[in-house]
């Protein structure tokens, strides 16, 4: 007769454990960074499509906001592509959410001995390393048109910490409601028209003078807005402190506003007959 060794299962982490939530989710999170990166479609659209629309802005309207801002239009459209790319980049995961509860994958991810919130935590994991990237890439293609950071290494930090905070907040918007969300429900249309306001009413275009009267206080002060100006004045230099207290305050309604939500509906998605 032979013996078989036991496993030693004392080495495992313990599925409520703190070592078990920070293994688990750096797995995971690899699992969905090289299921975005193998989707060529999808990692070109993410990655592709934000530097030519920085080249198209620049080439198409850079004088004219220029004119109108009295500065470099990169100040501007900088900012705002890295907060776009932020936003559609975080649909594109929604969705992948959606389907993959669709599919079932959700279920057996639950069922497995692993921290419930690992999963949620690995998606947001995967938004931040997209988010640093696009973000990275779109400021040495700034910098060659126009795009010049006064501030030396901090100011880049600090523009980095404005887009993944402005970037997790949407992430946690969109999660929420992909879980809550049937399957078959118009998530895309719903984020897209989200987003679509967001971009085209902010400062990046223009100047907040330049809306009519009735529409300036929206404008200035819905979340794409103030994370602009301060990317603008960290870049340019000008005052940080009263846009950054805006950028904050969103951050952490936006996120303690989703967290429930996105929690609670993950478990019902994934317990779902």
Known sequence: MTTVAAAPVGRLPVERSARAFVEQSAVLAWRQISVMVRDRGTFLQLVLVPLLTLVMFKVVLGDAIGTATGQDSTYGT?????????????????????????????????VLPINRAADLTSRLLSEVFRIVVVTALLIAV?????????????????????????GVAYAMLVLALAVSARPSAPLVPLLSLVSSVLMFFNSGFSPVEAYPGWLQPIVENQPMSPAIEVMRSLAAGGPIAENMIKVVVWTVLIVAACLYPALHGYRRAATAR
């Open 78 to 110: 900088v900012p705002l592509v890295i907060l776009v790319s932020a936003m559609f980049g975080s649909v594109a995961a929604g969705i992948r959410l959606n389907q993959e509860r669709g599919t079932g994958l959700l279920a057996r991810l639950y």
């Open 142 to 166: 700034g910098s060659t048109i126009g795009f010049d950071i006064t501030g030396g290494v901090v100011a880049v930090l600090g523009i980095f910490g404005v887009s993944l905070m402005f």
